[in-house]
């Protein structure tokens, strides 16, 4: 009897009503943090936005601190939901490559593995070695532990299957690329878990190395001769033999003494090195790189730098994400850095090839052939905060970088930018990534209508199969619900049209009427999002 009674509301109310009042609907609205009416999604989607975008950046409405506490709910939640489903969401999240950052799962990790109960707890455990992949995580794992209650059976457990997880040589390298973070090292941990029997004690255990970086007096095991290597390399007192230790023993940046970091024989060495320059390293080195001289136009250096950032197989193995890939962009091609007193000249081929990274980095998308309508929202909200905490990416810019991940796979699609009114933006599929992200840069703030760009399709009659909106959800100033707006644009134009919602901040809220089968909810900057969505607009009609 209800269903029917808001069903007979549709034609007739829904349409009428102020963002500013609640839609009649089976599932309550929520007010968002502008004051407007959105749907609440349940606390499994908050913590897989929570995992992606995470909330250092807070957003105009809500700080970093009320998200994150709020995202930090929503995981309890989870947890006390189902412990082991929210743990292999977090497992899910973090070993695919989804998110740019893995800092939200190690802390959710750490919520599970010291408030969740048994069979939360065991899961927990045995997912340590996959979601805590480097040292770094490591310690940033033992500090979020630390203070969440100390070091119980169970956590000690967990840091052992760490140690005790692979051969020497990995231990080795995770040694010497991150010795101590977050106020932990590698001599502290093993001791809280009795466990230093499976450290390799490398200060207690010198090794004499020759010039080529081979123990004196025979060879050992491999993660002992990396370690020497390494010891030697911080020691080194000429380039040729750091270069010579570098290529012997595969060895990272980070145990080259600084002294050396100018030349460009150096990098060079790093450059053809696997451990020394994976692809995260290459992104955090092409202006340092380019400043000493080895990337110029035309290098051979350059031309080894593209063929890597354009190869798909690569970006996988690498789990490189869009977002990294997007910052490193919109760094190098700026040519100075925020920070420091770092100036280069842009190589124009590395630009282009960071270009193409970014595409590449998602998932494989494919092409509809369905008339698209993509939606960015520009106002105040969604220049505030920055994604995931990357440095100069704020929703905005990062929404208008996914609308081009969809608008390059498809033939017929239009882009548009919104606030409280459509602002005129021309992109073209052609336009290179940087170009877009000046654009929309340069667009004026206003308030939030999401409604907007379904309301000018419906004024202007044009044929639209999918609507993809890329929003913080924070809409408060339209005169209609954006789920209203596409039910009209149903009504009058005949076309059973699906609506897509990005969230672009890691707030609670959707616009996407959670009852509507034509309606989907996805994370921002989730590298499986553009063909998600593709698959969702291509699926048979489901009209609400």
């Given at each position: 009897m209800i269903r029917?009674?808001?069903?007979?509301?549709?034609?007739?109310?829904?349409?009428?009503?102020?963002?500013s009042m609640a839609l009649p609907s089976r599932v309550p609205q929520v007010a968002n943090s502008a004051g407007g009416y959105v749907w609440a999604i349940d606390a499994f989607a908050r913590l897989e936005r929570f995992l992606i975008?995470?909330?250092?950046?807070?957003?105009?409405?809500?700080?970093?601190?009320?998200?994150?506490?709020?995202?930090?709910?929503?995981?309890?939640?989870?947890?006390?939901?189902?412990?082991?489903?929210?743990?292999?969401?977090?497992?899910?999240?973090?070993?695919?490559?989804?998110?740019?950052?893995?800092?939200?799962?190690?802390?959710?990790?750490?919520?599970?593995?010291?408030?969740?109960?048994?069979?939360?707890?065991?899961a927990a455990v045995a997912a340590v070695p996959r979601i805590c992949r480097t040292g770094a995580h490591l310690f940033a794992f033992a500090a979020a532990v630390d203070s969440l209650g100390g070091w119980g059976r169970a956590t000690r457990r967990a840091f052992s299957q760490w140690y005790c997880r692979g051969d020497l040589a990995t231990l080795a390298l995770q040694a010497i690329k991150y010795p101590q973070r977050e106020g932990w090292s590698h001599r502290d941990l093993p001791l809280l878990i009795n466990q230093w029997a499976n450290v390799v004690r490398w200060e207690m255990r010198p090794l004499r190395l020759d010039l080529q970086g081979r123990p004196a007096g025979g060879g050992g095991p491999a993660g002992l001769e990396r370690l020497a290597a390494a010891a030697a390399l911080s020691r080194a007192g000429?380039?040729?033999?750091?270069?010579?230790?570098?290529?012997?023993?595969?060895?990272?940046?980070?145990?080259?003494?600084?002294?050396?970091?100018?030349?460009?024989?150096?990098?060079?060495?790093?450059?053809?090195?696997?451990?020394?320059?994976?692809?995260?390293?290459?992104?955090?080195?092409?202006?340092?790189?380019?400043?000493?001289?080895?990337?110029?136009?035309?290098?051979?250096?350059?031309?080894?730098?593209?063929?890597?950032?354009?190869?798909?197989?690569?970006?996988?193995?690498?789990?490189?994400?869009?977002?990294?890939?997007l910052v490193a962009l919109n760094t190098y091609r700026r040519g100075e850095g925020l920070r420091g007193k770092l100036r280069w000249e842009p190589v124009p081929e590395i630009v282009q090839a960071l270009d193409k990274a970014f595409i590449l980095a998602f998932d494989a998308i494919p092409a509809t052939g369905?008339?698209?309508?993509?939606?960015?929202?520009?106002?105040?909200?969604?220049?505030?905060?920055?994604?995931?905490?990357?440095?100069?990416?704020?929703?905005?810019?990062?929404?208008?970088?996914?609308?081009?991940?969809?608008?390059?796979?498809?033939r017929d699609a239009q882009v548009v930018a919104f606030s409280d009114r459509l602002v005129p933006v021309s992109i073209g599929r052609q336009r290179s990534l940087d170009e877009v992200i000046d654009r929309f840069s340069q667009i004026p703030m206003g308030a939030t209508d999401c409604a907007a760009p379904i309301v000018q399709a419906i004024d202007r009659r044009e044929?639209?199969?999918?609507?993809?909106?890329?929003?913080?959800?924070?809409?408060?100033?339209?005169?209609?619900?954006?789920?209203?707006?596409?039910?009209?644009?149903?009504?009058?134009?005949?076309?059973?049209?699906?609506?897509?919602?990005?969230?672009?901040?890691?707030?609670?809220?959707?616009?996407?009427?959670?009852?509507?089968?034509?309606?989907?909810?996805?994370?921002?900057?989730?590298?499986?999002?553009?063909?998600?969505?593709?698959?969702?607009?291509?699926?048979?009609?489901?009209?609400?």
């Open positions: 029917a009674l808001l069903d007979a509301l549709k034609p007739t109310a829904r349409h009428s009503l102020p963002q975008l995470g909330s250092e950046g807070g957003s105009y409405y809500a700080s970093p601190k009320a998200l994150t506490a709020e995202s930090c709910t929503s995981a309890l939640e989870a947890l006390s939901a189902d412990g082991p489903r929210a743990v292999a969401l977090v497992v899910a999240v973090s070993t695919s490559g989804r998110a740019p950052r893995n800092d939200a799962a190690i802390l959710c990790l750490a919520i599970a593995l010291k408030m969740g109960d048994g069979p939360t707890r065991d000429s380039l040729d033999e750091a270069v010579a230790l570098i290529r012997a023993h595969d060895l990272p940046r980070e145990c080259v003494p600084t002294a050396l970091l100018s030349q460009p024989a150096l990098w060079a060495a790093l450059l053809e090195a696997g451990a020394g320059m994976p692809l995260t390293a290459l992104l955090r080195n092409l202006a340092k790189m380019t400043v000493v001289g080895l990337l110029s136009p035309g290098s051979p250096a350059a031309a080894q730098v593209c063929a890597r950032l354009m190869d798909p197989a690569a970006l996988r193995r690498a789990r490189l994400h869009p977002l990294t890939v369905l008339r698209w309508k993509l939606a960015v929202d520009v106002s105040g909200s969604m220049a505030w905060s920055e994604i995931a905490g990357m440095t100069g990416i704020t929703p905005r810019v990062g929404a208008a970088a996914m609308a081009m991940a969809t608008l390059r796979s498809e044929a639209v199969d999918c609507f993809v909106v890329y929003t913080d959800s924070e809409t408060w100033f339209g005169g209609e619900h954006p789920a209203a707006a596409l039910w009209r644009y149903r009504q009058q134009s005949g076309i059973d049209a699906k609506l897509v919602v990005v969230g672009m901040v890691s707030n609670g809220f959707s616009i996407a009427d959670p009852t509507d089968p034509g309606m989907l909810d996805v994370v921002g900057f989730d590298t499986q999002a553009p063909a998600l969505i593709a698959d969702f607009a291509r699926g048979p009609a489901r009209r609400a």
